[in-house]
């Protein structure tokens, strides 16, 4: 079985800013690969890419066994198959919990509205918030919207789940409570790409950690070679910033 | 809301000090309901507002729907499509509204003879064409401005949950965007309500028309504008009031929205 994730000599720019520089990243079914980098390393870039958000301009991108031009009729091959969860949560504002639970599954997976109710609430369980389904998102707190998030993502039975910096924009004591939802698909066997500086994190659950620096993949290693013995010398620079602070 | 209550007070002052006053600078008896001719007066004058409103609402209505069809091409990622709406806003924007009226109400016709087709431009719709057209430019502004607003993450969020560019469009984008939409979209009725008034110049029988036709035939221009600015302050103060209303509904809405 080939991997679910290929990317060949992908570059993206953004005008004659060469934001992804020839990466090379495969992972397969099933595989958690953890990325870290600095600031503006291209990080955000790579999974964009991948969830098709940003179309890349060189090489080839292979997700889920459909080779991914910027022909918008590929991406619909891997539509809702690959989800996404985003910093800033991004929950619909106008709509009710349940309700930005349904929307996709009912809309573009064509569910009868109790078929998605059946999953919205599965889903609700799995990131421990059912007694949240009827509020607006604006009233819950950072943690439990972005479990939400996390519930509307794998309310459309995701086969990749894609995790942008899902703890960044959450107060210190919520990050364990979106965590450990995450740590728990991962063990169900999730393939997961997540982007996050919570080391702790990767230790737990990677099966592999990227390191990303101007664009390129300079480092990719098993959590514990990594943390131990960095190979490169920004890697070793960053691990000292982000571990020792 | 005071500023208003308190002009509207010394207006009412003035008023009475117009009616009482024996100086025969005031000469009420044009529109005094309590004589026959006075009375026939204030009939012809306020029988304006039928045709004031109509007009209004048939161009607000026609100026909603131009409006939203003018603003999609901006959101587009087509230079083409977007220069089309630019184009369309600067040029329809830079248009006195008089000048406008009098080429719909002269030109158009002959535009039409020469083409071979009998259409006629009668006052009313000349004033409705005018009217939607020339602020469907402003509609597409803030139709434009209201969609824009919507944070580029819950496109996104959308795209990632499988659905289209239209489904996010009617699901996600435009509800949230109605909220910043209506508020400036009901305030723009007013300005159409008070620009009707130039359709007197083209002979339609509206509120101002009215006016300028008793101040003809009884030569009493004070109090008969003064009316006239009654008639419209009257209107306008129910469509803000209007408004008001629901700028406080949609207010209460958003507030548990983030
Ligand atoms: N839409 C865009 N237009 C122009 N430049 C962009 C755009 N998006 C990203 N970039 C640039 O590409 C580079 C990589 O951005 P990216 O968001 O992928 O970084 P990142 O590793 O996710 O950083 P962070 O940790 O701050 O999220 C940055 O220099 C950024 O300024
Ligand atoms: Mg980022």
Same mark, same amino acid.
């Given at each position: ?245 | ?31 005094? %309901? ?61 248009? %006195?509204?008089? %000048? ?52 580029? !993450? ?87 009031? !209007? ?7 949609? !207010? ?7």
């Amino acid at each position: 079985m080939g991997p679910v994730i290929e990317m060949r000599e992908v570059s993206k720019y953004f005008g004659s800013f060469k934001a992804l520089n020839s990466v090379n990243l495969e992972v397969s079914k099933g595989e958690k690969v953890v990325v870290c980098g600095p600031s503006g390393s291209g990080k955000s870039t790579l999974v964009r890419c991948i969830s098709r958000l940003e179309k890349h301009d060189e090489g080839t991108l292979e997700v889920l066994g459909s080779i991914l031009t910027n022909d918008e009729k590929t991406s619909r091959a891997i539509k809702s198959k690959v989800s996404m969860v985003f910093q800033q949560f991004n929950l619909f504002p106008h709509l009710s919990v349940l309700d930005n639970l349904i929307l996709g599954p009912t809309k573009a997976l064509g569910l009868s509205r109790k078929d998605a109710l059946d999953r919205a609430y599965m889903f609700l369980e799995r990131v421990k918030i059912p007694e949240q389904a009827d509020k607006k998102p604006g009233l819950l707190s950072g943690g439990q919207q972005q479990r939400v998030a996390i519930a509307r993502a794998l309310c459309l039975e995701p086969e990749i789940m894609l995790f942008d910096e899902p703890t960044s924009a959450l107060d210190p004591e919520m990050i364990a409570e979106v965590l450990d939802v995450i740590l728990d698909l991962a063990k169900e066997g999730m393939t997961m790409v997540v982007v996050t500086h919570e080391m702790g994190f990767a230790r737990k659950a990677a099966d592999r950690v990227i390191f990303m620096d101007e664009g390129e993949i300079l480092e990719e290693n098993t959590p514990t070679n990594f943390f131990k013995k960095p190979q490169t010398e920004r890697s070793k620079l960053f691990l000292n910033q982000v571990l020792n602070y | 809301m005071n500023f208003c209550i308190r002009l509207f007070i010394v207006s009412i002052f003035l008023l009475l000090a117009g009616c009482s006053g024996e100086s025969g600078n005031w000469g009420w008896y044009v529109i005094d %309901p309590s004589t026959k001719s006075g009375w026939t007066n204030i009939k012809f004058l306020v029988g304006g507002f039928g045709a004031t409103i109509l007009v209004s609402l048939l161009a607000a209505f026609i100026s909603i729907i131009l409006g939203l069809i003018v603003a999609l091409p901006s959101l587009s990622s087509s230079w083409i499509l977007r220069s089309c709406n630019r184009i369309y806003v600067e040029f329809i924007r830079a248009i %006195p509204l008089l %000048p406008m009226l009098f080429w719909v109400f002269y030109g158009l016709p002959v535009i039409f003879k020469s083409l071979g087709l009998q259409v006629e431009i009668d006052a009313f719709w000349g004033a409705v064409i005018t009217l939607a057209v020339s602020d469907s430019a402003f509609t597409a502004e803030i139709y434009r401005a209201g969609i824009q607003s919507i944070a580029k !993450g819950q496109r996104e969020a959308a795209q990632t949950i499988g659905l289209s560019y239209f489904q996010s469009m009617r699901y996600v984008i435009f509800p949230q965007a109605l909220r910043r939409i209506l508020p400036p979209l009901a305030n723009q009725f007013i300005y159409i309500v008070k620009m009707s008034a130039f359709a007197s110049v083209i002979g339609m029988q509206e509120l101002t028309r009215r006016a300028n036709e008793i101040v003809v035939t009884e030569y009493r221009p004070l109090e008969i504008y003064t009316l006239l600015i009654f008639e419209y302050l009257v209107l306008v103060l129910v469509i803000s009031f !209007g408004v008001r209303w629901l700028e406080k509904k949609l !207010g209460s809405n958003e507030s548990n929205m983030n």
